[in-house]
């Protein structure tokens, strides 16, 4: 009876090897596409110009879209003519996909590390004397 219980446990341990194997395919295929990725995010910005009689100082104030970014630990912005805000916007999105799976991979490597260590210690023997 206690004999069997590493063969258990080894082999629940191979199936959720397998199961993140699996899962870190699934995670890699955002990184196998060819789309181009934007870092950043794209909103609507609604700011003041400045100009004292301007009507955005009666509260309506300047829309424009904007990309913010952060580049070498500055906040970078840029304003999207409207024909680009659409292109812009989805490769931004899948740069958000692309930097999620980066987060997941660490995850699953340090699932695989620790499965593979604890099936190394259930397989392991003591040398032949
Ligand atoms: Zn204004």
Request: hydrophobic share 35%; with cysteine.
């Amino acid at each position: 009876m206690q004999k069997d219980r590493p063969r258990e446990e080894l082999s629940r341990l191979r199936s959720t090897l397998g199961n993140r194997l699996a899962e870190l395919r699934r995670v890699l295929r955002v990184v196998f596409g060819r789309s181009a990725l934007v870092k950043g995010n794209v909103y609507e910005l609604a700011r003041k110009c400045g100009k004292p009689n301007c009507i955005c100082t009666r509260g309506e104030l300047h829309r424009s879209m904007v990309l913010t970014w952060s580049e070498k630990g500055k906040s970078r912005l840029l304003s999207l003519p409207s024909e680009r805000v659409a292109e812009v916007q989805k490769k931004s999105k899948e740069y958000l996909r692309f930097r999620r799976a980066r987060a997941r991979v660490t995850e699953i490597h340090r699932d695989l590390l620790a499965l593979l260590d604890r099936i190394e210690h259930l397989r392991r023997e003591e040398p032949l004397r």
